[in-house]
């Protein structure tokens, strides 16, 4: 039996009737360039997050997650009224999406356990919204897509959770593919997939920093980013996303908006080339060079965009001083959370350890990390035994 069938059946006294799994994803590249309309590379890490659901025949909805070890019961009409715990506004920001579409009047139960650590820049609350709307869409019979599913938990994100968060995190894990690289563009929702090479290894690097992006300053550089494009549309007309402009655009204009706005500006612009660079030199086998575009890009979140922190500045610069490393930046909103390392297949175990050692005499805390391969996006997950 599946471990999240099991503890459905302990927590309600009943079986699923659908069980649906997510992965967490690591932001390889473009960062804070997805809601400026701009490229974003990510992939799935291996490990996953999962969710069992059955459809109820009254109005009640019962949520259980293993991980915070809670039951929060609630009910179809008043569940977007009362004040849940944080962890239950990705299921029902879900919910709510789905209503828009069938106003369903049945409640659900819901188990959900997570793999995935939490509050580290890794997506698990996409995983947990993406495995939510694959069940949801099944135990309802909607049959809506994958692009559909992407969209509406990016909407519970925005709407229901509160984070104006751009299309990156439900994208890569709603799309991505074994060893593959997702590669999004974020201005008109079109994305590929495209392998990355075996001689390239995907390190994860754990600060001991959490926080959800909720409560992070990511709603200020939002908020910043859209006041660049506000000044900037008034002398360049008609444009329509940050991420669009030329850094030499950004350098022509300085004088007209405030120096913090244009270093934001500075950094979305750099940072959209340097997506294109690196995923050249992927194109070129040259992962040397993509690596710099790495190192490139935690240099300019750090002094421009400012959403680097002294943890994350040690491990990269730990990492970056071992040659087996072809680059190294923070992954994700950042202040925290996780940085990711690119390195040859020879960068061992024992290189890793020597890093997380290091940061634990700096910061005396540890650093966890571990050596991820690209797993697959959301999928609906097979039940074995027990039905009733
Ligand atoms: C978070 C958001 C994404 C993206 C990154 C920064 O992960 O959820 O949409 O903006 O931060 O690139």
């Known amino acids: 039996m599946h471990p999240i069938q099991q503890i459905f059946v302990d927590q309600f006294n ?12 690591i932001e390889v590249i473009g960062n804070h360039t997805d809601y400026n309309g701009g490229t974003v590379v990510g992939a799935c890490v291996d490990r996953r997050l999962s969710v069992a659901i059955r459809l109820r025949e009254d109005s009640q909805i019962r949520l259980f997650s293993q991980n915070e070890g809670e039951r929060v019961d609630t009910d179809v009409k008043s569940y977007d009224t009362q004040d849940l715990p944080h962890w239950t506004s990705y299921p029902l920001g879900v919910f709510d999406e789905l209503r828009m579409i069938g106003s369903n009047e049945f409640g659900f139960d819901l188990a959900v356990d997570s793999a995935i650590p939490q509050g ?3 997506a698990s609350s996409a995983a947990f919204e993406l495995a939510t709307a ?21 909407r519970a994100e925005n709407r229901f ?48 920093i959490r926080h959800e992006l909720k409560y992070s300053p990511y709603e200020i550089r939002h908020r ?38 244009v270093r934001r500006a500075q950094h979305v612009t750099g940072e959209q080339r340097r997506v294109g660079s690196f995923m050249r030199a992927l194109q070129l086998g040259d992962l040397r060079a993509a690596g710099r575009f790495l190192n490139e890009s935690h240099h300019s979140s750090r002094s421009l965009f400012e959403n680097s922190s002294p943890e994350l500045d040690f491990l ?9 490393v072809f680059g190294a930046r923070l992954s994700g909103a950042g ?16 290189d890793a350890a020597l890093v997380a050692d290091a940061y634990e005499t700096t910061f005396e805390a540890r650093s966890g990390w571990w050596a991820t391969s690209i797993g697959h996006g959301a999928v609906i997950e097979p039940q074995n035994g027990l039905v009733g």
């Open 316 to 324: 990269v610069s730990q990492l970056c001083a071992n040659e087996k």
């Open 120 to 122: 580290e820049g890794l």
């Open 224 to 261: 910043e980013c859209r006041n660049a494009l506000i000044a900037l549309s008034k002398v360049i007309p008609g444009i329509r996303h940050l991420a669009h402009l030329h850094p030499l655009d950004i350098k022509a204009y300085d004088v007209i908006m405030d120096e913090v706005l």
């Open 14 to 25: 009943h079986s699923p009737t659908v069980l649906a799994s997510a992965p967490g994803r």
């Open 161 to 208: 959770v509160g984070v104006p968060c751009g299309l990156l995190d439900q994208t890569v894990v709603g799309f991505g593919k074994t060893n593959s690289l997702v590669v999004l563009d974020a201005s008109s929702r079109r994305h590929h997939n495209f392998p990355l090479a075996e001689a390239a290894k995907l390190f994860i690097f754990r600060t001991h």
């Open 335 to 350: 202040w925290g959370g996780a940085c990711i390392a690119m390195t040859s297949p020879d960068f061992s175990e024992e």
């Open 134 to 154: 694959l069940a949801l869409n099944q135990v309802l019979g909607y049959d809506l897509s994958t692009a559909a599913l992407v969209g509406l938990s990016h």
